[in-house]
C-alpha cells in the first residue's frame, strides 16, 4: 500500500518562501495524479495543488501564482514550492493521491507568522 512522508515545514514570516516534500512508496509513483492538501485548525482539509502523471498542474486560485507543484519520478517525490507566504497559509499540509484516499500521513506544520 502506498504511504507518504512529508518533510520541509516550519515557521517562516509572511512574503516568505518554503519547499515542501513529500516521499511516496509503491512502484507506479509515476502513474499517479499526486495532490497537496492542507489543514488549518477548525476547517477542512482542502487541496492546494495537483499534477498528472505527465506534469500538468492545476491550483486553486488562493495559491494561484504563489505555489509550484512538482514532481521527480526517479525519486518517487512530489515538491510544493511556496512563495509570498501569507499567514492564511499557516497549515498542516499533506501529499496523497488525487482524488485523496485514506492513507494520510504526519504531514509537515507550516507557521506564516511575524
Known amino acids: 500500500q502506498v504511504q507518504f512522508v512529508e518533510s520541509g515545514g516550519g515557521l517562516v514570516q509572511p512574503g516568505g518562501s518554503l519547499r515542501l516534500s513529500c516521499a511516496a512508496s509503491g512502484s507506479a509513483f509515476s502513474l499517479y495524479v499526486m495532490g497537496w492538501y492542507r489543514q488549518a485548525p477548525g476547517k477542512q482539509r482542502e487541496l492546494v495543488a495537483r499534477?498528472?502523471?505527465?506534469?500538468?498542474?492545476d491550483y486553486p486560485d488562493s495559491v494561484k501564482g504563489r505555489f509550484t507543484i512538482s514532481r521527480d519520478n526517479a525519486k518517487n517525490t512530489v515538491y510544493l514550492q511556496m512563495n509570498s507566504l501569507k499567514p492564511e497559509d499557516t497549515a498542516v499540509y499533506y501529499c496523497n493521491l488525487y482524488p485523496s484516499r485514506d492513507i494520510w500521513g504526519q504531514g509537515t506544520q507550516v507557521t506564516v507568522s511575524l
Open positions: 499534477i498528472n502523471s505527465g506534469h500538468s498542474t
